[in-house]
Each structure stands twice: as C-alpha cells, then as structure tokens.
C-alpha cells in the first residue's frame, strides 16, 4: 500500500436485520452502514455514469435511470433481469440477511421474492426530492443504496386537512456505501422527501434518528454535512409484470 492509500473498506453486514434497527421510527426500518466496499461503489459508480444516454431522463434539477424499464400503468413491461452490475452484490446481500427466524430475509413475503427493479436517482449539490409516497405500483419495502455522498432524507406526514406538515417527523442520515430499508407504515403512512440543500445542518444524536448506526458519525460533529454529488438505488419489487415483457418490440427496451 502507497503512503497516500486509503486502508481497504470492509463491509459489515449484521446477523439480523434486528440488530440494524432503526428503534426511533415506528416498524419498521433498518439502516446497515458498510453494504458494499469502496471498490464495489467506485464500479457501480463507473456503470451508472458511462450507462448509454438514452438510459437517462432529465428532469428540471435531477437525472434517473430506471432498470430494467420505465413502469407503464404500474406494470414492468421489461421481465429480463436485472444487469449483473445492479444484481451483485446489492441483491445478494439483501437476501443473505434475516429479518427474523420465520422470515429468511426483507423480500421473504414479496410476490416475486426480491427485487425486480431499481430506480437510479443523482443528486448534484442543492437537489432534492419533492415529500412523496411511492404508490400502489410495487410491494411495500424500500430498499436504498447511496453511493458518493450523505445526505438527509425527511419523513413528513400529512395534517389533518390533508395538506403535508413542512416540519419534518424524522430526519435520517444517508452515509455513501449505506444501505436503508423502509417498510409498513413508513411506507404507506408517511411521505419521504429531500430537500434542496447545500449542507445539511443541525444534525446530532437528537435530531438524526439513526445516529447510533452510522459508520463515521464524528464527520458530522460540527452538525453540518457538506454535499457532494449523492447517487442512490432504490430496489423495489414491483407488484405487476407483464407477461408479454418477453415479447416487446425495441422501444421498450431502453
Ligand atoms: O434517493 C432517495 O433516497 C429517495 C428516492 C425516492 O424517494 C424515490 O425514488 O421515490
């Protein structure tokens, strides 16, 4: 190793994914720092940005990729796989873990028994996520990957009159190379946004409902986490696929 190399990363899966429970939100979600190594990031990474261009859509402040297809209707028209660079190592670590001893892992009760597509979102400084719920499209557990930069996804509910209270709930830390599971309530009860920021500030054990998890929280003394550009991948198992996936033309098959 040079004088300037960095000592490997190591991953750190638990034993269970109650040992990565978040006590702080309601049930259920789980947050597991070290999921993949630095290597494992730096090529995912290389894959998201070097995929062809028509793989990305630009919206006004962010870009994403969907795999293996956009939705149509709620529906994955695209059945093949996921590519190799999205399946492994994510989707094999996700299901080595158990959620309890009747439950081998998060994807145990979901209809095709793991993921079926990921959703591949880039946020440059100042770029955030409207507060949103992810509909009746997929299964209800979340699972996200943030690659390259931390950053502060908000949990909000809705008012009485229905409108979004703008005070956040929860607040909960993204560390690069983390992995964060949300499930039940927290998926049908409550929405998740990120706001557009350039640093994230007041953060500490009081404010931040994973502190106890996080890999390096001693980055984050002063309160203040400086963005760079974050990447995520959300793996959700989308309810309904199309049986004629197999079978679409070219225009499909972005
Ligand atoms: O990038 C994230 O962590 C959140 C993405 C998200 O909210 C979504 O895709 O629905």
């Known amino acids: 190793m040079g004088s300037n190399s960095q000592p490997p990363s190591v991953i750190n899966l638990p034993t269970s994914l109650e040992e990565s429970r978040i006590t702080a939100l309601p049930p259920a979600a789980y947050y597991i720092a070290d999921v993949i190594s630095d290597e494992e990031e730096k090529a995912i990474l290389q894959k998201v940005e070097t995929a062809p261009k028509a793989r990305w859509r630009q919206l006004t402040h962010r870009r994403l990729q969907t795999w293996p297809s956009d939705l149509v209707k709620n529906t ?50 100042n770029t955030g996520i409207m507060p949103h719920k992810d509909g009746g499209a997929y299964h209800p557990v979340v699972c996200t990957v943030s690659l390259g930069s931390s950053l ?29 599971i949300t499930t039940a309530d927290l998926y049908t009860e409550y929405l998740h946004g990120i706001e557009p920021l350039e640093t994230d500030v007041n953060m500490s054990e009081d404010t931040i409902v994973n502190w106890n998890l996080l890999r390096s929280p001693e980055l984050y003394k002063d309160g203040l986490n400086q963005r760079e550009t974050r990447v995520s991948l959300t793996y959700r198992d989308v309810l309904k696929v199309s049986k004629l996936g197999g079978k679409l033309g070219p225009m499909f098959k972005k």
């Open 152 to 180: 502060c996804l908000n949990l909000y509910k809705s008012k009485d009159d229905g409108a979004i209270d703008p005070e956040p709930v929860w607040r909960i830390l993204q560390e690069p190379r983390s992995l964060l």
């Open 76 to 125: 994955l028209l695209d059945s093949r796989p996921l590519p190799d660079w999205l399946e492994q190592p994510v989707v094999s670590r996700l299901l080595s873990i158990p959620v309890s001893e009747s439950e081998p892992h998060i994807f145990t009760n979901s209809p095709h028994s793991r993921p079926n597509h990921v959703l591949i979102n880039e946020y440059p400084p």
